[in-house]
Antibody, heavy 120, light 108 residues
Framework: QVQLVQSGAEVKKPGASVQVSCKTSGYTFTTYYIHWVRQAPRQGLDWMGI????????NYAQKFKDRVTMTRDTSTSTVYMKLSSLTSKDTAVYYC?????????????WGQGTLVTVSS | EIVLTQSPGTLSLSPGERATLSCRASQSVSSSYLAWYQQRPGQAPRLLIFGAFSRATGIPDRFSGSGSGTDFTLTISRLEPEDFAVYHC?????????FGGGTKVEIK
């Protein structure tokens, strides 16, 4: 079955950048989109953007557009999400999730999540 | 952007009772691109319902979704112990994709 395995927890200082990886397995790598979603402590889910794992094309949510970069490495079936200029408000669990053919498909399955803590 | 408002914020019920969760959209959700996810403590969300009423693979039939346009409902017919969790609705038709604030179903 399809599986997403994310990289481990990170602790970063304000102003730094963080890169989270999401390795996919169990299906044809090029046939799906990957979304990134974050969840701040005791908060709801916040969509960050989407990447086409075949073409590498991206679509970012406006609120993250200036600070987020999503990339993919087809040789390792891994996608990456980099967030820069971190502040304490970026402390959250970051999830990747498969989004089928893109907009119009629900998120299923999800990775296990990566906790990013921003603290001086 | 489409704003999704979930109510109530917390639902206190006993095992075996029926749970009714609401999700209201600020504008019509096209083609019922409305999903529900379950999130247990310390876990990632899990897809329950998509297309407003279709159950995802492996989801028991005590979970059902209904609604259209701007008003959607998730119903759990008889709560099992493992159903006490947070439930999120999501619209996935129009960018930016958005989620509701969540409803926590807790044991009374």
């Amino acid at each position: 079955q399809v599986q997403l395995v994310q990289s481990g927890a990170e602790v970063k200082k304000p102003g730094a950048s963080v890169q989270v990886s999401c390795k996919t397995s169990g299906y044809t790598f090029t046939t799906y989109y990957i979304h990134w979603v974050r969840q701040a402590p005791r908060q709801g889910l916040d969509w960050m953007g989407i990447i086409n794992r075949s073409t590498g094309s991206t679509n970012y949510a406006q609120k993250f557009k200036d600070r987020v970069t999503m990339t993919r490495d087809t040789s390792t079936s891994t996608v990456y999400m980099k967030l820069s200029s971190l502040t304490s408000k970026d402390t959250a669990v970051y999830y990747c999730a498969i989004g089928g053919a893109g907009f119009g498909d629900p998120f299923d399955p999800w990775g296990q999540g990566t906790l990013v803590t921003v603290s001086s | 952007e489409i704003v999704l408002t979930q109510s109530p914020g917390t639902l206190s019920l006993s095992p075996g009772e029926r749970a009714t969760l609401s999700c209201r959209a600020s504008q019509s959700v096209s083609s019922s691109y409305l999903a529900w996810y379950q999130q247990r403590p310390g876990q990632a969300p899990r897809l329950l319902i998509f297309g407003a009423f279709s159950r995802a693979t492996g989801i028991p039939d005590r979970f059902s979704g209904s609604g259209s346009g701007t008003d959607f409902t998730l119903t759990i017919s008889r709560l099992e112990p493992e159903d006490f969790a947070v439930y999120h609705c999501q619209q996935y038709g129009i960018s930016p994709l958005t989620f509701g604030g969540g409803t926590k179903v807790e044991i009374k």
